[in-house]
Each structure stands twice: as C-alpha cells, then as structure tokens.
C-alpha cells in the first residue's frame, strides 16, 4: 500500500505527532504565566489534545473506505498543522483549547490512519513494519522536550509553529500511498502462509428438523442464525478482551512514566537520578520497538506479547527491590513496547469482519491513558507509594491472562493440504 517515500513520510508523521503530544507538558510554564492559569487549567491543554484525539480516531474510522485515504491522511495532516498553528497564536486561553482540540482531531486520524493502514498494507511484514512506524512516535516523544529544553519554554509558540508547518511537506508523499487495501484475510501471517481461516471457528450446534416441508426455507433460516450465534458471542468476547488488554497495558504505560521519578525517589534515589532513569524508561520503548521488529518476522504476534506481558510483570516486581528499580523500570520500558504495534495485525486476523474493531481498540488505548492517572492516584493513596510496583505488576498479570485467554480464542485452524 505504500511506496518508500510514502513509507518515510508515514515515518516522519510519527515523530511530528509524538513530538507534538509530548510539547504540551514542558510548555505549561510559559503558558501558565501568558494566560494566568491554575495548573490544573494549563493542564487542560493536553487533556484537549486527547479528546480530539478520540474524535479524530472515530471519525477517520467513519470515513473509512468511503474517502480516499489520501484525502483522509491529507485533511489530518491539515487539521494537525492548523490546530497547532492555532495554539501557538490564540490570545487567550479558551482559543487555544480549541486549537488545541483541533490538532487532536488530525492526531488521532493520523495515528489511528497509519496504523490500520499499516497493519494491513505489507503483508507478512506488517508486525514489523508497526513496531519501526510506532518506534517514530517515541523518537518524536524524546525530541519535544528536547527542544523545549534547547529554546525554552518561553519560545512555545515558535515551536508549534514550526511544527505545523513540518506537516505540509509530507503532503506531497501522499501519492504513494494506495487508496485500495488488500482484506485481512489475504493476508499472510509469520510463517509466510496466507491466514485463510483466521476467523473463530465455533462448534457447529446440531439443529432438530421437526418443520414441515412447506416451511423447510423458514427452517434453514432459523438454523443458520442458530449456528451463527456462537460466532458472534465469541467475536464480542474476543473484542471485549483486546480492549482490556489495551487499556490496561496503556495504564501501565503512562503509570510508569508518571509515577516512577516518585516512587524511585520516596526508595532513597536522588531526584536527578529518577528523572534520568524515567528518560531512560522512554527511550527503552523506542529502542524495544525497533529491536522487535526482526523477531517479528519469524514469531507470531500471540508468542510477541504473551513474552512481553510476562517479562513487564517480571520487571514491575524486581521494581519492588530498590537498588534495582531504576533498571527493572527500564526493562518494563522494553517489554511493554512491542504490544501496542503488534496487536494491531494480530485483532484485523482474529476478526476480519469487524472493521470497526481497530478503531475501538485505538481510541480505548487513548481512554486508557487519561483514566489511569485518576485511579492509579487513588490506589497509591490507599496503599503508598511504594506499593507502586505491586499495583502496576497486578495490572500487568492481568494483561498476561488475558493474553493467553486470546492466544486460545482466536487460535487459527488451517485446512490440510
């Protein structure tokens, strides 16, 4: 679905919008002193940021296979770019919370765009090609606060600035990228094999034949809604779990990233060691991207994260031991990199049939970041700080069953030969 240039611009995207979501936070001096605003308010900016992200995310998949997705990708591309421009010069407040929710809106068709187009778009590689395209985002995500640091968070406008107009020339790479995909069914998994049969299999229900023959059309019917009816039950379920799953990795995702400069320093680490340790955490999760993006080639993406669920849970509990918290963290940052991208591909062959279903996933992987801040505040009020590590590792074997709970759902049958 891509050719290289278009492939690079995707690439490119990611950093603009991992760098774009993580400007926010190092700006909020600056923009607490221009506008007058509580921290809780400046706050708000972010938390504008992500709702638009949701819509964004919504309303790319509503348009969807009727739209191009050059269009698509463009009118997000332009709707990032005007949001930011609008944030950097808003004269007051609520403006730039509107701003603010229009760059959002192209975030989230961006992020949500590229990956759905991703997951399906290079066949076998399409595993491996997410964890380098997702990998981009956290390059983004370390650069934007680099440069905050480099300028000053005095000079925030100018850097929005810069970064819509960065948005404009990607335009042109949009040429290359196909309008047409090819059904995830056609697609091959891991082995090279094309995954024909990737739909759950459910046990066909012996149905009676007590109707008349005059009404046996009626009979068929019932009984083909009949044998139908537990495909379906399993398809809810199965989407129910891939949602679980991706908001509470996310939880731990953005736990870790908040809490661990306070938890490593309440266990006796001095605040700059925790700070780097937490950069250190991050950068784990965009090397970890790109290092799984081999491995992916030769393991399925069920292997990929049941190995990745389980060595987080390892990790948040060698947490618990404060002489080796700032390197468990990192390993948590390593392991937990690989399960948003290769999930993707993983859900589009459990169900193709449920378009809808990567929309959902995304947009609860957005969800699940802004709830876990509240609820993990309110547990580690009741527990302390340093029970950190214990929360988040139960949180993490939560992920692990419900891995494994997916690895058996949606296990693959294939004809013999």
Same mark, same amino acid.
């Given at each position: 679905?891509?050719?290289?240039?278009?492939?690079?611009?995707?690439?490119?995207?990611?950093?603009?919008?991992?760098?774009?979501?993580?400007?926010?936070?190092?700006?909020?001096?600056?923009?607490?002193?221009?506008?007058?605003?509580?921290?809780?308010?400046?706050?708000? +900016?972010?938390?504008?940021?992500?709702? $638009? %992200?949701?819509?964004?995310?919504?309303?790319?998949?509503?348009?969807?296979?009727?739209?191009?997705?050059?269009?698509?990708? %463009?009118?997000?591309?332009?709707?990032?770019?005007?949001?930011?421009?609008?944030?950097?010069?808003?004269?007051?407040?609520?403006?730039?919370?509107?701003?603010?929710?229009?760059?959002?809106? +192209?975030?989230?068709?961006?992020?949500?765009?590229?990956?759905?187009?991703?997951?399906?778009?290079?066949?076998?590689?399409?595993?491996?090609?997410?964890?380098?395209?997702?990998?981009?985002?956290?390059? %983004?995500?370390?650069?934007?606060?680099?440069?905050?640091?480099?300028?000053?968070?005095?000079?925030?406008?100018?850097?929005?600035?810069?970064?819509?107009?960065?948005?404009?020339?990607?335009?042109?790479?949009?040429?290359?990228?196909?309008?047409?995909?090819?059904?995830?069914?056609?697609?091959? $998994?891991?082995?090279?094999?094309?995954?024909?049969?990737?739909?759950?299999?459910?046990?066909?229900?012996?149905?009676?034949? &007590?109707?008349?023959?005059?009404?046996?059309?009626?009979?068929?019917?019932?009984?083909?809604?009949?044998?139908?009816?537990?495909?379906?039950?399993?398809?809810?379920?199965?989407?129910?779990?891939?949602?679980?799953?991706?908001?509470?990795?996310?939880?731990?995702?953005?736990?870790? $990233? $908040?809490?661990?400069?306070?938890?490593?320093?309440?266990?006796?680490?001095?605040?700059? =060691?925790?700070?780097?340790?937490?950069?250190?955490?991050?950068?784990?999760?965009? #090397?970890?991207?790109?290092? #799984?993006? &081999?491995?992916?080639?030769?393991?399925?993406?069920?292997?990929?994260?049941?190995?990745?669920? =389980?060595?987080? *849970?390892?990790?948040?509990?060698?947490?618990?031991?404060?002489?080796?918290?700032?390197?468990?963290?990192?390993? #948590?940052?390593?392991?937990?990199?690989?399960?948003?991208? *290769?999930?993707?591909?993983?859900?589009?062959?459990?169900? &193709?049939?449920?378009?809808?279903?990567?929309?959902?996933?995304?947009?609860?992987?957005?969800?699940?970041?802004?709830?876990?801040?509240?609820?993990?505040?309110? =547990?580690?009020?009741?527990?302390?700080?340093?029970?950190?590590?214990?929360?988040?590792?139960?949180?993490?074997? #939560?992920?692990?069953?419900?891995?494994?709970?997916?690895?058996?759902?949606?296990?693959?049958?294939?004809?013999?030969?």
């Amino acid at each position: 679905m891509f050719t290289a240039a278009a492939t690079v611009a995707s690439c490119a995207g990611f950093v603009l919008i991992g760098a774009l979501q993580a400007l926010y936070g190092p700006s909020i001096p600056s923009l607490r002193e221009e506008f007058g605003l509580s921290p809780s308010a400046a706050g708000l +900016g972010l938390s504008a940021h992500f709702v $638009g %992200g949701v819509a964004g995310v919504l309303l790319f998949d509503r348009r969807y296979g009727r739209t191009s997705n050059r269009r698509i990708l %463009g009118a997000s591309y332009l709707l990032m770019a005007a949001g930011a421009a609008g944030f950097a010069l808003a004269p007051q407040w609520p403006a730039a919370l509107v701003a603010a929710f229009v760059a959002g809106l +192209g975030f989230g068709g961006i992020d949500y765009g590229l990956n759905q187009l991703f997951s399906i778009g290079f066949g076998h590689r399409s595993t491996a090609m997410l964890n380098i395209l997702n990998a981009h985002f956290g390059i %983004g995500a370390i650069l934007g606060p680099a440069l905050v640091g480099v300028v000053g968070s005095e000079h925030y406008p100018a850097l929005f600035l810069a970064f819509a107009l960065a948005n404009l020339p990607l335009l042109l790479c949009l040429r290359g990228v196909r309008d047409h995909a090819p059904h995830p069914t056609d697609q091959p $998994g891991p082995d090279g094999h094309a995954d024909t049969k990737v739909d759950f299999v459910p046990v066909p229900v012996p149905v009676p034949d &007590p109707l008349p023959r005059f009404d046996a059309d009626a009979h068929a019917t019932n009984a083909d809604a009949v044998r139908r009816a537990p495909a379906h039950a399993a398809l809810r379920s199965v989407l129910a779990v891939f949602v679980a799953l991706y908001v509470l990795h996310v939880g731990i995702e953005a736990g870790v $990233g $908040g809490w661990e400069p306070t938890h490593l320093e309440t266990v006796g680490h001095g605040a700059g =060691a925790a700070a780097t340790a937490t950069s250190v955490y991050w950068l784990m999760m965009t #090397v970890g991207r790109f290092l #799984v993006a &081999p491995v992916a080639l030769r393991f399925s993406a069920p292997a990929i994260i049941t190995v990745s669920c =389980a060595g987080m *849970t390892a990790c948040l509990l060698l947490a618990r031991v404060p002489d080796l918290a700032p390197y468990a963290y990192a390993g #948590v940052g390593l392991f937990i990199a690989p399960i948003f991208p *290769t999930g993707l591909p993983w859900l589009n062959r459990a169900a &193709p049939r449920a378009r809808r279903a990567g929309a959902v996933v995304i947009a609860a992987s957005m969800l699940g970041g802004v709830v876990a801040g509240p609820a993990l505040g309110r =547990a580690i009020e009741w527990s302390g700080v340093r029970a950190v590590p214990l929360i988040l590792a139960a949180v993490s074997a #939560v992920c692990l069953a419900a891995t494994l709970w997916l690895t058996r759902a949606t296990r693959t049958h294939r004809p013999s030969a």
